[in-house]
Nanobody
């Protein structure tokens, strides 16, 4: 599976952005997907994950209630709607796919990664 994330940018605190991750290669609909983020010099941090069919999700406490992960298997795309953004949400955001089953919050459980898209939230 090849993944390409896009949609990042510069936004003021309180604003919104929607990230997209387009997949190609193996059947997209069979993979649980996730978003991670990383600040330079720090470990990659789990943000949200969604199961293969799209009816079950799990979020990091830091984004719960503000971010929504979703997917459209017909379009081979997973989304991350980010609302009420805060400066501490500033990071490079990565989408990932796992061949495992279940919700994984460790990046080591993910087999495929997109290239990352920068999100910068100004105060």
């Amino acid at each position: 599976v090849q993944l390409q994330a896009y949609g990042g940018g510069l936004v003021q605190a309180g604003g919104s952005l929607r990230l997209s991750c387009a997949a190609s290669g193996r059947p997209f609909g069979s993979y649980p997907m996730a978003w991670f983020r990383q600040v330079s010099g720090k470990a990659r941090e789990f943000v949200a994950t969604i199961n293969w069919i799209g009816d079950s999700t799990f979020y990091a406490d830091s984004v719960k209630g503000r971010f929504t992960i979703s997917r459209d298997n017909a379009k081979n795309t997973v989304y991350l709607q980010m609302n009420s953004l805060k400066p501490e949400d500033t990071a490079v955001y990565y989408c990932a796919a796992t061949s495992g089953r279940g919700f994984f919050t460790s990046p080591y459980n993910y087999d495929y990664w997109g290239q990352g898209t920068q999100v910068t939230v100004s105060s």
